[in-house]
């Protein structure tokens, strides 16, 4: 008689912890769903509320995304005197030539061109080189030139009265590659000729007209 009454407890007390536990899941369940929906609905906003004017062009071509284009020169003191005079003469002839749309400004603390000059060089093949890199809009975030010295007092014997050199490595670093027109001042063989071609001058300022 008591081991029934037991048993018969012991069901009651199974079937209200049972029931505990379901209603518990119900309401974790419940909630959970909610939170997610919640969740889904915040997502989907935050999405259509992206401004149109962050949303970054992706250009066709590299190229840089505004004007000035600023430069420094790493170490001004291992240039000697012939390289920073052509190399100013070089941003300048760009600028004139591009009827002031491609110009340079010095600035040490922005992202640009940055020059180096160097006193000796491992590789007796290169003079000079240039390098740009970009960001995945194929912007021109920043460049590297590096100028070999390596007669330190007569740079660069090949082209000592000509700024070819330089203009060719600053149109490396404005994303232009090398050309196999003889004529062209991207064609590598160190001609010494300065002038810039009519279709790269064109090209910068279709490019970089406001
Ligand atoms: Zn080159």
């Known amino acids: 008689m008591e081991t029934k009454e037991i048993l018969k407890k012991s ?3 199974f079937m209200i912890i049972a029931s505990v ?12 769903q909610y939170v997610q ?8 906003t935050t999405q259509s509320y992206i401004p149109q004017k962050n949303i970054q062009k992706t250009y066709s071509e ?10 420094q020169f790493e170490n001004l003191n291992s240039c000697g005197k012939i390289i ?9 002839k760009i ?21 180096t000059c160097y006193q000796e060089n ?5 003079i000079d080189e240039a390098a740009y890199f970009t960001n995945k809009y194929r912007q021109i975030t920043n460049a590297e030139i590096n100028f070999y010295d390596t007669n330190n007092s007569d740079y660069n014997p090949l082209c000592k009265n000509s700024s070819y050199i330089e203009v060719h490595q600053i149109l490396h670093a404005l994303g232009f590659a090398h050309s196999t027109d003889s ?12 002038t810039i071609d009519t279709g790269i001058i064109d090209k910068l300022i279709i490019t970089y007209k406001q």
């Open 62 to 71: 590299p190229q840089w995304g505004e004007m000035p284009i600023y430069y």
């Open 95 to 115: 600028k004139i030539q591009t009827n002031n749309t491609v110009y340079f400004e010095e600035n040490i603390n922005k992202l640009g061109i940055n020059i």
């Open 183 to 194: 004529k062209s001042i991207m064609n590598p063989n160190k001609k010494c000729n300065e």
């Open 84 to 92: 920073p005079e052509k190399i100013l003469r070089s941003f300048e």
């Open 21 to 32: 536990l379901i209603i518990l899941f119900t309401i974790g369940f419940i909630i959970s």
């Open 37 to 44: 929906i919640k969740n889904e609905n915040k997502n989907s």
């Open 122 to 126: 491992s590789n007796e093949e290169t």
């Open 11 to 13: 069901g009651w007390i």
